[in-house]
């Protein structure tokens, strides 16, 4: 099983600033690697996938990078609506979850 | 739109049995395989079952293997919840794959989660 570990646990910062989430794989996942914003008392949203494409209405100032086992999400000038928990994803027959990074102000 | 939403959560006994359903809507829903994922109380994602567009591969995670099922029919896909311990107990979330292949790719579309409370 692959593990991801996210850094860091609590980011904290003001609207209008640069939010860098990190993900690390235990073994290389190539780009296979997705993300995830989740608000208090609801579903996930996919935001990223395959380590830097926008989901389907996702906003611009949401962008991933990395490859094999760094990755790294960046929201650019951050919105309130931005403050929430970000998961990433591993793809493949057992997906695992990293445990979360939690933006807050 | 696609949209899901699961039905069958509720309080039931360590050992005890329940069974979830989630009904898809809103998009070609034989497309695309179909994931539970869950949530326990104050903790983070953690995936639990898929199943192929047509059913013909399921895949469980470690937690549950040999206790939950994953199955769909029609519109519905169901986890079938057997041997059920307090740590099972958690908020779950059916979600789309935004593929529709032969493994587990990325949930495009979630439910909002039917929750499940093991306790005596």
Same mark, same amino acid.
């Given at each position: 099983?692959?593990?991801?570990?996210?850094?860091?646990?609590?980011?904290?910062?003001?609207?209008?600033?640069?939010?860098?989430?990190?993900?690390?794989?235990?073994?290389?996942?190539?780009?296979?690697?997705?993300?995830?914003?989740?608000?208090?008392?609801?579903?996930?949203?996919?935001?990223?996938?395959?380590?830097?494409?926008?989901?389907?209405?996702?906003?611009?100032?949401?962008?991933?990078?990395?490859?094999?086992?760094?990755?790294?999400?960046?929201?650019?000038?951050?919105?309130?609506?931005?403050?929430?928990?970000?998961?990433?994803?591993?793809?493949?027959?057992?997906?695992?979850?990293?445990?979360?990074?939690?933006?807050?102000? | 739109?696609?949209?899901?939403?699961?039905?069958?959560?509720?309080?039931?006994?360590?050992?005890?049995?329940?069974?979830?359903?989630?009904?898809?809507?809103?998009?070609?829903?034989?497309?695309?395989?179909?994931?539970?994922?869950?949530?326990?109380?104050?903790?983070?994602?953690?995936?639990?079952?898929?199943?192929?567009?047509? %059913?013909? !591969?399921?895949?469980?995670?470690?937690? /549950?293997? &040999?206790?939950? =099922?994953?199955?769909?029919? *029609? $519109?519905?896909?169901?986890?079938?919840?057997?041997?059920?311990?307090?740590?099972?107990?958690?908020?779950?979330?059916?979600?789309?794959?935004?593929? %529709?292949? !032969?493994?587990?790719?990325?949930?495009? /579309?979630? &439910?909002?989660? =039917?929750?499940?409370?093991? *306790? $005596?």
């Amino acid at each position: 099983e692959i593990v991801l570990t996210q850094s860091p646990v609590i980011l904290s910062l003001s609207p209008g600033e640069t939010a860098t989430l990190s993900c690390r794989a235990s073994q290389s996942v190539r780009s296979h690697l997705g993300w995830y914003q989740q608000k208090p008392g609801q579903a996930p949203r996919l935001l990223i996938y395959d380590a830097s494409n926008r989901a389907t209405g996702i906003p611009a100032r949401f962008s991933g990078s990395g490859s094999g086992t760094d990755f790294t999400l960046t929201i650019s000038s951050l919105e309130p609506e931005d403050f929430a928990v970000y998961y990433c994803q591993h793809r493949s027959n057992w997906p695992t979850f990293g445990q979360g990074t939690k933006v807050e102000i | 739109q696609a949209q899901l939403e699961e039905s069958g959560g509720g309080v039931v006994q360590p050992g005890g049995s329940l069974r979830l359903s989630c009904e898809a809507s809103g998009y070609f829903y034989t497309t695309y395989g179909m994931h539970w994922v869950r949530q326990a109380p104050g903790k983070g994602l953690e995936w639990v079952a898929f199943i192929r567009h047509d %059913g013909s !591969n399921k895949y469980h995670g470690g937690a /549950v293997r &040999g206790r939950f =099922t994953i199955s769909r029919e *029609s $519109s519905k896909v169901f986890l079938e919840m057997n041997s059920l311990r307090p740590e099972d107990t958690a908020v779950y979330y059916c979600a789309k794959d935004d593929y %529709g292949g !032969n493994f587990p790719q990325y949930m495009d /579309v979630w &439910g909002k989660g =039917t929750t499940v409370i093991v *306790s $005596s």
